[in-house]
């Protein structure tokens, strides 16, 4: 059942992160890269990343979210439904992803791979949180409080002259 459930996230995860570059709305692109990311957050927690996936749903919702409210705020368009194409230059990114695509297929087979050393912590999620995060836990509280101040600033000031400036 649960390989089933993977399969099926990932084939999902997949298809909502395609249909960002298939559909003509800045709301649509940003619906289908949140059901993108939710589906990646919901296979970490398929595999006992509990900690990282509740990480990934609830930031990427965030995000989402704030994007959404810039959208609104900056767009002229400002529920994103007019059609437009979220691909600029398609030809050369196209060109720049294959590349890069064979640079990193090939940096697989070129690099020697480390041998394991030791045993795997009984707790991966714990051992990643504090080799990411240990000493440096207060610095991320602080930047995370002074980014949510910044957020409130930026709409406090876009809202004081409205999407038009001063003379709409």
């Known amino acids: 059942m649960e390989d089933a459930a993977f399969w099926v996230l990932a084939?999902?995860?997949v298809?909502?992160?395609?249909a960002?570059?298939?559909v003509d709305s800045m709301a649509r692109a940003t619906f289908a890269l949140l059901a993108s990311f939710l589906c990646v957050g919901a296979e970490l927690l398929l595999i006992d990343l509990h900690y990282l996936g509740v990480l990934v749903v609830l930031m990427m919702i965030m995000e989402m979210l704030v994007m959404a409210v810039f959208m609104v705020m900056y767009m002229m368009n400002p529920a994103g439904l007019m059609?437009?194409?979220?691909?600029?230059?398609?030809?050369?990114a196209a060109g720049i992803s294959v590349a890069l695509?064979?640079?990193?297929?090939a940096g697989i087979f070129a690099v020697p791979w480390p041998e394991r050393a030791g045993r795997p912590p009984?707790?991966?999620t714990f051992?990643?949180?504090?080799?990411?995060?240990g000493p440096k836990m207060l610095?991320?509280?602080v930047i995370g409080i002074a980014i949510l101040a910044t957020m409130i600033a930026a709409v406090v000031l876009a809202t004081h002259r409205g999407r038009y400036g001063d003379d709409a």
Do not use: Q, W
């Open 15 to 18: 298809a909502a992160g395609a």
């Open 83 to 92: 059609p437009m194409t979220m691909m600029h230059n398609a030809r050369g």
């Open 20 to 22: 960002v570059f298939v």
């Open 122 to 124: 009984r707790d991966p």
């Open 101 to 105: 695509f064979a640079a990193l297929a």
């Open 127 to 133: 051992a990643l949180g504090e080799s990411i995060m």
């Open 11 to 13: 084939v999902l995860a």
């Open 139 to 141: 610095v991320m509280m």
